[in-house]
């Protein structure tokens, strides 16, 4: 008895020692950020919808007062900043940088950098 004891003992413990060791997970890269959709924006203090869809065009409309203009758009994930071209008229464009310090899945704080001594405040929120 205690020789089929010893036995098991043995071969318990070369079963464990040969059994594989787990696989390491794969690391999870994050999910870039897709600025794709439909925004309401706190432009500065203003209420904006801003529509950057994923061919790169893009609408800005003033909410509260008159105001829509079309454009494209540029996400530089490496500084975190949009590149937003709005064209006022034939010959006439304005390019806005939007400057993000924080982002998430449905939101990105930031600012506006109007020039290199001016910023505004900046705020997206995914629209519903």
Do not use: C
Not at 10 to 34: D, E, G, Y
Not at 57 to 78: H, L, N, P, Q, V
Request: charged share 20%.
């Amino acid at each position: 008895m205690r020789l089929a004891l010893l036995v098991f003992a043995v071969l318990a413990m070369l079963a464990v020692a040969f059994t594989p060791a787990p696989l390491p997970k794969p690391t999870r890269m994050p999910t870039p950020q897709t600025f794709a959709g439909v925004w309401d924006v706190d432009w500065g203090g203003m209420p904006v919808r801003l529509q950057l869809r994923p061919d790169g065009s893009a609408r800005f409309e003033y909410t509260k007062i008159s105001g829509t203009w079309d454009g494209s758009w540029k996400y530089d994930g490496g500084i975190r900043r949009v590149t937003l071209t709005l064209s006022f008229g034939p010959n006439s464009s304005g390019t806005y940088l939007l400057q993000f310090d924080s982002l998430g899945r449905d939101w990105a704080k930031g600012r506006i950098l109007d020039s290199p001594s001016s910023s505004r405040k900046l705020q997206l929120d995914r629209a519903h």
